[in-house]
């Protein structure tokens, strides 16, 4: 079945332009998170979606970072200007709603500013 | 924040041995998790614990919740090679719902065959 898919899987850019990366969650999981996870370090949470609203942003790191979901389903973490301390891998997860619910993850997009 | 810090950070092992590796928080968590990730691959979840004192198996795999709900730990009882990847353990205080993950550094385990 298909899992959490996310592109691109990877992304060079140089400093202080904008990146997109995309999230295409399991269809029918209404709750999608993002997360960063920095060279040797262990996952940092982002931001949470149910459905389209976000009831939590609280760990994305500055206003450059913002992220939408459309229609339930495809989720977007834009990055503006971006900086070299950026670089990282953007993961994404999605689950039921629900208590007890799994966070399934997606590869991720590693993502190398230069 | 809250912060979790696991340990030790690598294992070089040989095959058939057991492992064990721990998270300890400076605050209490309601939920337990450990993760294990392969390279170029998001984490997959190994056992989740939901009770202070819960001891929980999957196959070769055992986890315990923290009497306190500050720790947990996770062992891997006659190692294969297919074991080798990062582990995470991961705590969350958001109800049941575990949106909101703080992870650990986590654990590089090699399996010499």
């Known amino acids: 079945g298909a899992g959490v898919s996310q592109s691109p899987s990877n992304k060079v850019t140089e400093k202080g332009k904008d990146v997109e990366l995309r999230c295409d969650p399991i269809?029918?999981?209404?709750?999608l998170y993002w997360y960063r996870q920095s060279l040797g370090q262990g996952l940092e949470f982002l931001i949470y979606f149910q459905g389209n609203s976000a009831p939590d942003k609280s760990g994305l790191p500055s206003d450059r970072f913002s992220a939408e979901r459309t229609g339930g389903s495809v989720s977007t973490l834009t990055i503006q200007r971006t900086q070299q301390e950026d670089s990282a891998v953007y993961l994404c997860?999605?689950?039921?709603?629900?208590?007890?619910?799994?966070?399934?993850f997606g590869p991720g997009t590693r993502l190398l500013v230069l | 924040g809250q912060q979790l810090n696991q340990s030790p950070q690598s294992m070089f092992i040989q095959e058939g041995e057991d492992v064990s590796m721990n998270c300890t928080s400076s605050s209490i968590f309601n939920t337990w998790l450990w993760y294990k990730q392969d390279p170029g691959e998001g984490p997959v979840l190994l056992i989740a614990?939901?009770?202070?004192?819960e001891l929980t198996s999957n196959g070769r795999l055992t986890a315990q919740f923290g009497i306190t709900r500050k720790d947990s730990f996770l062992n891997i009882s006659a190692s294969i090679p297919s074991d080798v990847g990062i582990y995470f353990c991961a705590g969350s205080n958001s109800g049941g719902s575990n949106y909101k993950l703080t992870f650990g550094k986590g654990t590089l385990l090699t399996v010499n065959p």
């Open positions: 997860a999605s689950s039921l709603e629900g208590v007890r619910q799994t966070q399934y």
């Open positions: 614990l939901y009770k202070a004192g």
């Open positions: 269809s029918g999981h209404t709750a």
